[in-house]
């Protein structure tokens, strides 16, 4: 007779995600848009830790420098829009790429990120602990000398 042997996974409380919260900081001079915003949705989702859980809110916070200096490839300065909808007819706008960058960068890099994110009720918190700035100078914690490129 064979015996059955079940493993058992252990989940994490919300205890134990509160208070593991940690700091990343990024400089985006000369980064491409795409590849930063996918590795800052990695870290808001808490998908690096050992102890990440799909339903509860497990990720970090990201501290963001130098956002109007991202960069794009290819042809995309050029080709790259932005499309919103009020909901009525004849609502829909488009904003170009270069017009954004120079109204609020910030907005280019947040869309990328919140656009990575799962539309569902974890979304809103893991945004409010992104933090972007558009130039060098921020407020939390750490200096600009120890940041993550």
């Not at 120079?102 to 979304?123: C, F, G, Q, S, W």
């Amino acid at each position: 007779m064979t015996m059955l042997i079940t493993q058992k996974t252990t989940l994490p409380g919300a205890k134990e995600t509160e208070t593991a919260r940690k700091w990343h900081y990024f400089d985006a001079d000369g980064q491409v848009l795409g590849r930063l915003a996918s590795r800052i949705a990695v870290l808001l989702i808490g998908k690096h830790k050992r102890t990440y859980t799909p339903n509860m809110d497990c990720g970090d916070f990201v501290v963001v420098t130098n956002v109007a200096k991202v960069r794009v490839t290819g042809n995309k300065t050029e080709d790259k829009f932005y499309f919103r909808h009020s909901g009525y007819a004849g609502g829909a706008k488009t904003i170009p790429y270069k017009r954004q960058l120079a109204k609020d960068p910030t907005r280019i890099l947040e869309l990328a990120v919140k656009r990575m994110l799962n539309h569902n009720k974890l979304r809103h918190g893991r945004l409010k602990r992104l933090k972007l700035f558009t130039g060098g100078q921020q407020q939390y914690g750490k200096p600009q000398a120890e940041k993550k490129a």
